[in-house]
């Protein structure tokens, strides 16, 4: 065994920090954690905003801390995402049959769309778009969507932080037409993105809940333009609905994925 003098304290401190979060006590204060684990407060602090840095730690609008994404991605990379898209398989590959269009399943991350699932068309057009792939928030239906039904704080982080790049002439570049669109998006629980990302290719999204009422993931349907009808927006929302509701009965659990 590695002699203590040897091993990086910090990293020793920053797990028994870690260690602290249960299900049983899923958020701490500085104060209450401090006291817990001994450590004094400014030590505590240190450590906090530096996992928060790296998404280990996500702090909330009440200044109190919780488990981040990071630890999903390094701890139970493999067997969280094998499990969700185990779960969501059928569902979305029977969307994709009804709808005939390309189907996904995605989530927010470090502000952008980050796609977890997918079922491919049969109607033979692929759309490039790959589980674990990124896209822009502000150039599609399922960024839109995201974003329209996260919290205020991480749309103002958003808006502070990102600029809202042209990928065709459809994109919204404005930041005050972006916030606009998202309110429309709050109303008709639904977004499009008509080309905006890229040139012929159309989107449609849904919301996926958890039971507190916060929104998860987004479920989309991507097809050509020659054969999307805006009177038929209604009729894809209605199949996109009925593997929504599979899915969001199986992750009513889930906080974020």
């Known amino acids: 065994m590695m002699d203590n003098k040897n091993l990086n304290q910090s990293i020793i401190k920053a797990f028994i920090l870690l260690?602290?979060?249960?299900?049983?006590?899923?958020?701490?204060?500085?104060?209450?954690?401090?006291?817990?684990?001994?450590?004094?407060?400014?030590?505590?602090?240190?450590?906090?905003?530096?996992?928060v840095s790296l998404n280990v730690i996500h702090q909330n609008e009440n200044e109190k801390y919780r488990l981040g994404s990071k630890l999903f991605e390094l701890g139970n990379r493999v067997s969280l995402y094998q499990s969700l898209i185990t779960i969501t398989n059928q569902p979305i590959k029977n969307v994709a049959l009804e709808i005939q269009e390309t189907v996904l399943l995605g989530t927010l991350k470090d502000h952008q769309v980050f796609y977890i699932n997918k079922a491919d068309s049969l109607q033979g057009l692929k759309i490039s778009t790959?589980?674990?792939?990124?896209?822009?928030?502000?150039?599609?239906?399922s960024g839109k969507l995201l974003l329209a039904f996260s919290s205020s704080e991480k749309q103002n982080n958003y808006f502070k932080n990102n600029t809202l790049n042209?990928?065709?002439?459809?994109?919204?570049?404005?930041?005050?037409?972006?916030?606009?669109s998202l309110q429309t998006i709050q109303n008709q629980k639904y977004a499009l993105d008509l080309e905006e990302f890229e040139l012929g290719l159309i989107c449609i999204a849904i919301p996926i809940f958890n039971k507190k009422g916060n929104i998860i993931a987004s479920l989309s349907a991507s097809g050509p333009s020659s054969r999307f009808r805006i009177e038929n927006v209604q009729n894809y929302i209605a199949i996109l609905q009925k593997g929504a509701s599979i899915i969001e009965n199986s992750l009513q659990d889930f906080d974020s994925l």
Do not use: C, M
């Open 19 to 51: 260690d602290a979060f249960t299900n049983d006590k899923k958020e701490w204060g500085v104060r209450e954690l401090a006291y817990k684990t001994g450590y004094n407060k400014s030590t505590v602090h240190r450590l906090l905003s530096t996992l």
């Open 130 to 141: 790959s589980i674990g792939s990124y896209q822009p928030i502000h150039a599609t239906a």
């Open 166 to 180: 042209s990928f065709t002439q459809n994109t919204i570049n404005k930041k005050n037409e972006l916030k606009n």
